[in-house]
């Protein structure tokens, strides 16, 4: 087990606060948003979340990528057209 699990199954669990105006920018679990070493090593193991506003509404999100993500938007992208240019 990890220590970043042990330590959050030590602090006991926190409500996630809703994603908004004033929570913007803020990193859940909450303790991660004055400890850098803490929000590093949750963001490693998958469990850090981030306040993010999306073209309508905020959100809870990932501030980090798996590589699987990468291989799907590289498959999604339209190919270049070789059209002759003038």
Same mark, same amino acid.
């Not at 199954?9 to 303790?31: H, I, N, V």
């Not at 948003?33 to 193991?45: E, K, T, V």
């Not at 850090?48 to 999604?76: D, F, G, M, N, Y």
């Given at each position: 087990?990890?220590? *970043? ?7 006991? !669990?926190?409500?996630r $606060? %809703? @994603?908004? %105006?004033? *929570? =913007? /920018? &803020?990193? &859940? $679990?909450?303790?991660?948003? /004055?400890? !850098?070493?803490? %929000? =590093? ?9 981030? @306040? +993010?506003?999306?073209? &309508?509404?905020?959100? &809870?999100?990932? !501030? *980090? #990528?798996? +590589?699987?993500?990468? #291989?799907?938007? =590289? %498959? =999604? ?6 059209a !002759?240019?003038n």
């Amino acid at each position: 087990m990890s220590t *970043t699990l042990l330590l959050l199954m030590l602090l006991g !669990p926190s409500e996630r $606060p %809703a @994603c908004k %105006a004033s *929570t =913007q /920018g &803020w990193y &859940w $679990p909450m303790e991660a948003n /004055g400890n !850098p070493r803490l %929000a =590093q090593s949750l963001a490693r193991d998958g469990l850090l979340e981030i @306040c +993010v506003r999306t073209s &309508w509404r905020h959100r &809870w999100t990932s !501030p *980090t #990528v798996h +590589v699987e993500q990468l #291989v799907k938007r =590289q %498959a =999604q992208r339209p190919s270049v057209s070789n059209a !002759p240019t003038n």
